[in-house]
T-cell receptor, first 113, second 111 residues
Framework: EAQVTQNPRYLITVTGKKLTVTCSQN?????MSWYRQDPGLGLRQIYY???????DKGDVPEGYKVSRKEKRNFPLILESPSPNQTSLYFC????????????FGSGTRLTVV | GQNIDQPTEMTATEGAIVQINCTYQ??????LFWYQQHAGEAPTFLSY????GLEEKGRFSSFLSRSKGYSYLLLKELQMKDSASYLC????????????FGGGTRLMVKP
């Protein structure tokens, strides 16, 4: 089944403790992206990647890191999480080309206390 | 940058028709998408418009006017399961074909 897989689905952590949210897609998509979703603010892009070893900042990159060492994986790293990073996170992938929409992962609900 | 506006909430009756509007401003328009998102779940693709006009897909239709920076999503024969948020997203060709989302319209369908 073609899908984007995120892990974990739920995570509660403490301020300052490094964490990684994994994202993997099995559709051979070139483009991958991370979004966070907060009430009243909608989906905001954190980072995106056009292909392996090519990453770029989205609208809200502060406090996050990403890497794209393989085409299928695009992990999101929070080196020192803070409470304002409590949010619902989505990974998405697509083929390059304007007509292709995103396929989203199931989401990761992160709480930082 | 981009600016995408859509109403925050709408209410409609089962069996009726509802139109959800979206206006946008972008420097490098390269397509507009509509997604449906049920609470706590991932967004799912509904429609794509890049040329002016109406795209119909079953009970859902989407319209685009590039000159007006305007789109709408039309839902016919509303069902209770259509209660969800509807997200308008614009692709910017001058920004790596990045998708920028509006805040979403929460639609409540009542019996």
């Amino acid at each position: 089944e073609a899908q984007v897989t995120q892990n974990p689905r739920y995570l509660i952590t403490v301020t300052g403790k490094k964490l990684t949210v994994t994202c993997s897609q099995n559709m051979n998509h070139e483009y991958m992206s991370w979004y966070r979703q907060d009430p009243g603010l909608g989906l905001r892009q954190i980072y995106y990647s056009m292909n392996v070893e090519v990453t770029d900042k989205g609208d809200v990159p502060e406090g996050y890191k990403v890497s794209r060492k393989e085409k299928r994986n695009f992990p999101l790293i929070l080196e020192s999480p803070s409470p304002n990073q409590t949010s619902l996170y989505f990974c998405a992938s697509s083929r390059t080309g304007a007509s292709y929409g995103y396929t989203f992962g199931s989401g990761t609900r992160l709480t930082v206390v | 940058g981009q600016n995408i506006d859509q109403p925050t909430e709408m209410t409609a009756t089962e069996g009726a028709i509802v139109q959800i509007n979206c206006t946008y401003q972008t420097s490098g328009f390269n397509g507009l998408f509509w997604y449906q998102q049920h609470a706590g779940e991932a967004p799912t693709f509904l429609s794509y418009n890049v040329l002016d006009g109406l795209e119909e897909k079953g009970r859902f239709s989407s319209f685009l006017s590039r000159s007006k920076g305007y789109s709408y999503l039309l839902l016919k024969e509303l069902q209770m399961k259509d209660s969800a948020s509807y997200l308008c997203a614009v692709r910017d060709g001058s920004a790596g074909n990045m998708l920028t989302f509006g805040g979403g319209t929460r639609l409540m369908v009542k019996p």
